[in-house]
């Protein structure tokens, strides 16, 4: 005979199992979760007589929208789109908006944000005083090559292009939007090149130094990356996000907030 789980053990295995699944699927859960549990409320009240108003329906809905978010861990920022979801979901199909402006705005944020709920890097720039330190930290010698893996708008490389002709850089973006328009603005800047593509797929053995500006779900699969690809005495440089375990070899403030740094680590 086999023993039989203990609940408390399949609770574990269960929140374990679904911690394994992407973050947006989680929180449609928490959304069905909260659907169920506000009809079966409004069924029992309904059992006794009681209609519960539309208002106190959507107030319960996101309460528990809110609950569920919690007991399934999301992220604290998530709490907050779990909570307002529903009542943005009746204002705007009050406001009777045309279903062909959702389905525009779904293939616009689709064509920017594409991936983002398996890699969990969103789009976001990096700014000049991050350029600036990262133009002082690249090699003097002509005809580096830099690569900026998840170049977004292309706004780090166009900088480093114009201002060091004499080294060879390019980006790679997985996003078509955003790839495309930095294709655009590197148009007659002979020493710069984007492409449209994983950065996973990107090998990085020819590169003398690889920015990343990513978050933090990606730096330890992309530590094993450099490890296995780049070279010695090749630079690997993340703003903002560290490799954990790993202490970088130089840290170079940007600002004057606690995360504005560049971490450089020496192959
Ligand atoms: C935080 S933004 C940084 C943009 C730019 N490097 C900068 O500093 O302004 C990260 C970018 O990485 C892109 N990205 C995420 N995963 C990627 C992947 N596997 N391959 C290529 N690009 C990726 C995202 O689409 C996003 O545009």
């Given at each position: 005979m086999f023993p039989l789980p203990s609940p408390s053990l399949s609770a574990l295995r269960l929140s374990s199992s679904l911690r394994q699944l992407p973050v947006v699927v989680?929180?449609?859960?928490?959304?069905?979760?909260?659907g169920i549990a506000t009809f079966l409320g409004a069924f029992s009240a309904a059992q006794v007589?009681?209609?519960?108003?539309g208002l106190a329906l959507l107030f319960g809905h996101s309460l528990s929208a809110l609950a569920m978010a919690r007991m399934l861990k999301l992220p604290s920022w998530w709490l907050v789109i779990e909570f307002l979801f529903m009542p943005a979901v009746v204002a705007a199909l009050s406001l009777q908006i045309p279903a062909g402006w959702f389905l525009a705005a779904f293939v616009a944020f689709s064509l920017v944000y594409w991936s983002t709920y398996r890699t969990r890097v969103p789009l976001y720039?990096?700014?000049?005083?991050?350029?600036?330190e990262l133009?002082?930290?690249?090699?003097?010698?002509?005809?580096?090559?830099?690569?900026?893996l998840?170049?977004?708008l292309g706004g780090p490389m166009l900088y480093?292009?114009?201002r060091r002709p004499d080294l060879r850089i390019e980006g790679v973006e997985a996003a078509p939007l955003p790839a495309?328009?930095?294709?655009l603005r590197a148009i007659g800047c002979r020493n710069l090149r984007f492409r449209w593509g994983s950065f996973w797929r990107h090998d990085l053995s020819q590169y003398d130094v690889v920015f990343a500006y990513l978050s933090p779900a990606a730096m330890p699969d992309l530590w094993q990356k450099v490890k296995a690809e780049m070279q010695p005495g090749s630079l690997f440089i993340s703003h903002e996000f560290v490799v954990p375990g790993v202490e970088a070899d130089e840290i170079v403030r940007t600002g004057l907030g606690d995360r504005a740094r560049l971490y450089l680590w020496r192959l």
């Open positions: 989680i929180a449609g859960l928490a959304q069905v979760g909260a007589g009681y209609a519960v108003p720039l990096s700014g000049r005083s991050v350029w600036r133009e002082n930290a690249l090699p003097e010698r002509p005809q580096a090559r830099i690569l900026d998840g170049s977004g480093l292009a114009k495309a328009f930095s294709m």
